[in-house]
């Protein structure tokens, strides 16, 4: 075990043994650190940071008084867990047959097997570590649905979001240091998970960023999602300082976004681009909209931006060159790399996967793709992705049952959050888990449903900001 993993485990058992929400802003953190083995050995089996803290942090809530019986609850909600539950219970008896029923009859790419390329299916221990990860992401939805329903809380989300952001950009601003300083081998404790590591890329005569992740691409990825969430819950900071550093986070995740010259980075910033446009054209023309007060502020900044940006090419003709050159090796040229149809190639084979099992898919952990909604068809079949989509459909569109105008315009926000991630994972996501960040999400989305009768309920009385989200 390495120091920083070492240093990670004190502080863990230091937040269980305090009181308050200390385990969720260390697990929102703990993101940072995707490359860093938690366990004392390295038997193929990892265990991140942020899983070692989801997992503690879902045993403290639940031993709590009351906890137990009002997560079964949720989990057995018709409007917030029953989806998710029946996934998961699905998913994980599948695991354990489908690989068994269907061994040996066609190839699949392994996700634990040692070899590239592919072999025939058989069960293996990605069998068993997906079935874990699936269960912990879970678990902690369920938590965040059953204690993420108080005023409190979602204060203490919304700062705990700010402190991963800078972390965030830290480890990058780390991870380029010390590449420029030809002294890498400083970060060489925190990159002990028995991943393949890109870390030491360049794209265009630049260092590609991964900050404390395996590669850049999950650093991007990363980098937005954390930046998709402070733009849509922006209104929710104090005013002053707090919103400042707010503003300050958003910038910088996206500077550290294009420096990772991630092309799945690119499509969550257009994305996320375009959730927000429409989301101001909503505002619009919307005359109860909460957020009107902002309007004049945010058309000013983007009028400005667009002027500079304007002056600077009649300045410099060419200065956007080096954008276009970007986006055209990272969008259009993408096509003709090895890595490209390296994952292409896992994504038929997942494909091929879900047909030959006519709709039933190869189990949890049995196939390896490059597109989320396919490794779900691949693994679970037809049945496990309609639960399992059918569930985020019905937290993305249902509105919260009973609940105050605080908690509903947060879940908005949220839901408005969520889809540059949700878009993103259709392009490189190689497993069915949605993780634990996605489910913290949900889960918080999911207490929003929580009826107004349940101990801490009425701290969602609290009227909600004049310039809230819709």
């Not at 029923?101 to 997906?130: C, H, K």
């Not at 908690?407 to 993780?435: E, Q, R």
Request: positive net charge; charged residues 10%; contains cysteine.
């Amino acid at each position: 075990m390495s120091w920083p993993a070492a240093v990670l485990w004190i502080l863990m058992i230091g937040a269980i043994l305090s009181r308050g929400p200390n385990l969720l802003y260390l697990m929102l953190i703990a993101g940072a650190f995707g490359s860093l083995q938690m366990l004392p050995f390295n038997g193929g089996v990892n265990l991140l940071p942020q899983s070692a803290c989801a997992a503690l942090f879902v045993g403290k809530a639940m031993v709590q008084r009351g906890n137990i019986m009002r997560g079964i609850e949720s989990a057995l909600d018709s409007q917030r867990m029953i989806l998710f539950s029946a996934f998961v219970g699905y998913a994980v008896f599948g695991a354990v047959i489908l690989p068994r029923a269907f061994l040996g009859l066609f190839e699949v790419v392994p996700i634990s097997a040692p070899i590239s390329g592919t072999d025939i299916l058989r069960p293996g221990s990605g069998n068993i570590t997906q079935s874990c990860y699936i269960m912990l992401s879970y678990g902690t939805a369920v938590t965040l649905s059953v204690v993420g329903h108080s005023a409190a809380m979602r204060m203490h989300y919304r700062r705990a979001l700010l402190w991963a952001a800078y972390v965030l950009v830290l480890s990058g601003v780390v991870d380029l240091v010390t590449y420029t300083l030809h002294i890498g081998a400083v970060l060489e404790p925190f990159r002990t998970a028995t991943y393949s590591f890109l870390v030491d890329v360049e794209s265009e005569g630049s260092k590609r960023v991964v900050g404390l992740m395996p590669e850049a691409s999950t650093f991007g990825t990363a980098c937005v999602g954390l930046m998709a969430s402070l733009v849509f819950l922006r209104p929710f900071y104090k005013k002053g300082p707090e919103h400042l550093l707010v503003l300050a986070a958003i910038a910088l995740l996206g500077m550290m976004t294009i420096l990772s010259t991630s092309s799945t980075g690119v499509v969550g910033l257009g994305v996320l681009s375009l959730v927000y446009a429409a989301d101001l054209v909503y505002r619009v023309f919307d005359p109860y909209n909460s957020r009107r007060a902002e309007l004049n502020l945010e058309f000013v900044t983007l009028f400005l931006a667009l002027f500079a940006v304007f002056a600077g090419i009649i300045i410099k003709p060419n200065l956007l060159d080096p954008v276009y050159t970007m986006i055209d090796g990272l969008i259009f040229e993408k096509t003709k790399s090895a890595s490209y149809a390296e994952r292409t190639m896992w994504t038929r084979i997942g494909w091929q996967a879900f047909l030959d099992t006519g709709g039933m898919g190869a189990g949890l952990g049995s196939i390896r793709v490059s597109n989320w909604a396919v490794s779900i068809l691949g693994s679970t079949g037809l049945f496990g992705a309609l639960l399992m989509f059918g569930f985020i459909a019905q937290q993305l569109l249902t509105m919260p049952r009973g609940a105050r105008k605080e908690a509903a315009v947060f879940a908005t926000a949220l839901k408005l959050s969520l889809l540059p991630t949700l878009a993103m994972y259709l392009v490189v996501a190689t497993i069915p888990d949605i993780g634990v960040g996605v489910a913290t999400v949900l889960g918080l989305i999911a207490a929003s449903h929580t009826p107004d009768t349940l101990p801490g309920s009425s701290a969602t009385s609290r009227p909600a900001p004049a310039n809230g989200p819709a």
